[in-house]
């Protein structure tokens, strides 16, 4: 990571992108996005924690330009991640300026997202004409909705946020997990944009959130160490952060959109520690979502097909992810890959695990009480 900082090479990035945004916005933008090393250069930036003053006001300008350029505004989304690793680390190290310089950069891209507001649903008005039909004159000048609203003695309520918002709110010790558990949401809503090297560091960010200071637990788990692409001895030796089941649960969604694609390896490997991290804390409804997932990849199992090996157990995996994913949608029941062989997945299996991934998810839904169903044969 030192190495990008020495070699000037995050510098002539943000110098070329602020040349660009000369000639437009577009310009920055497509610059940005022809290169997957640009992604890894600035995500070493971010991580490396030193002299990060320049690389996140860069960032904080490239954000606010969510309303000229909105490619722009999400290239910057898609190190939120990295983002809230080093959030926490500052901290829980007591650095009060990364702290501050990090805190900013979130708040800023939180509150972009909330300008957007809810999505809305604009009702025609039956009384005025329009190009498919023409306004009798027996209709009233009251719009439709407000007629029928009015015959049964209704009010029209106001649509509330899908998330919380945090315009204008301290960011503190009671909601800080709300916080960063809202902007990894943000970041998996966007998810499908990014290429495959973003998703990979998305997995990494979620080995290293859930297994810092775990490195009692992770001696005792030697299956994990083996093969890892990260130095999880390191890991588990730094400082452990605090964590909750909104938080782990969000990432856990994150990891789910990363399965059965090119970056699967990793994707295994985060769900694995995740699921860990959620049996140490006894995060029930993390757990539910977890071992849905992990029954989810053994379960589906292509016949015939070459598979390489993976980090949960005798689960094995397709060569070509993106036709198992569209095999899961149920629109594809069969496939062809490297080989002359037809391969074919058994629907029965597949919704089999379907069915037990979406009975997990039900179960986190709040009951009328507002009591979480925690009901689960794998907890």
Not at 134 to 159: D, F, G, I, K, M
Not at 268 to 292: C, D, F, G, N, P
Not at 364 to 378: C, E, I
């Amino acid at each position: 990571m030192a190495k990008v900082m020495e070699d000037g090479t995050l510098s002539k990035i943000m110098a070329k992108c602020e040349a660009l945004k000369k000639e437009g916005l577009e310009k920055a933008e497509e610059y940005l996005r022809s290169d997957e090393s640009i992604v890894s250069t600035i995500s070493e930036g971010i991580l490396s924690r030193t002299d990060n003053g320049k690389l996140f006001q860069w960032l904080h300008y490239c954000a606010i330009t969510r309303h000229q350029n909105y490619k722009l505004f999400a290239f910057v989304l898609q190190f939120i991640p990295d983002l809230i690793g080093v959030y926490l680390y500052a901290i829980y190290e007591s650095d009060k300026s990364l702290r501050a310089q990090s805190e900013a950069l979130l708040r800023t891209l939180s509150d972009e997202m909330e300008k957007e507001g809810p999505s809305t649903v604009e009702v025609t008005n039956l009384s005025k004409s329009s190009i498919y039909h023409e306004a009798p004159t027996q209709v009233s000048n009251v719009s439709l909705t407000e007629v029928a609203l009015q015959r049964h003695n209704l009010a029209e309520v106001p649509r509330v946020p899908m998330r919380p918002t945090f315009s204008g709110k301290e960011i503190s010790v009671n909601n800080r997990l709300q916080f960063l558990a809202t902007l990894v949401e943000i970041f998996t809503d966007h998810i499908a944009l990014y290429p495959t090297i973003t998703k990979t560091l998305f997995c990494k960010a979620c080995i290293r959130l859930s297994l810092q200071g775990m490195g009692d637990i992770l001696a005792r788990c030697p299956d994990m160490m083996t093969g890892s692409c990260l130095n999880l001895k390191e890991i588990g030796a730094m400082r452990r952060y605090c964590v909750d089941e909104h938080f782990i649960t969000s990432l856990l969604h994150g990891v789910r959109l990363c399965l059965f694609q090119t970056c699967h390896d990793i994707a295994i490997e985060a769900l694995q520690a995740l699921k860990l991290r959620a049996e140490y804390e006894l995060l029930t409804s993390a757990l539910q979502v977890s071992h849905a997932l992990v029954r989810l990849t053994k379960d589906v199992k292509p016949l015939n097909t070459p598979a390489l090996p993976s980090l949960v157990g005798d689960c094995r995996f397709v060569v070509n992810p993106t036709t198992t994913h569209e095999m899961l949608n149920g629109h594809i029941l069969q496939c062809k890959c490297n080989t002359t062989t037809p391969l074919v997945l058994d629907p029965a299996d597949v919704e089999l695990a379907i069915e037990s991934l979406e009975f997990s998810m039900s179960a986190m839904r709040p009951r009328s009480g507002g009591v979480l169903n925690a009901k689960s044969t794998d907890v």
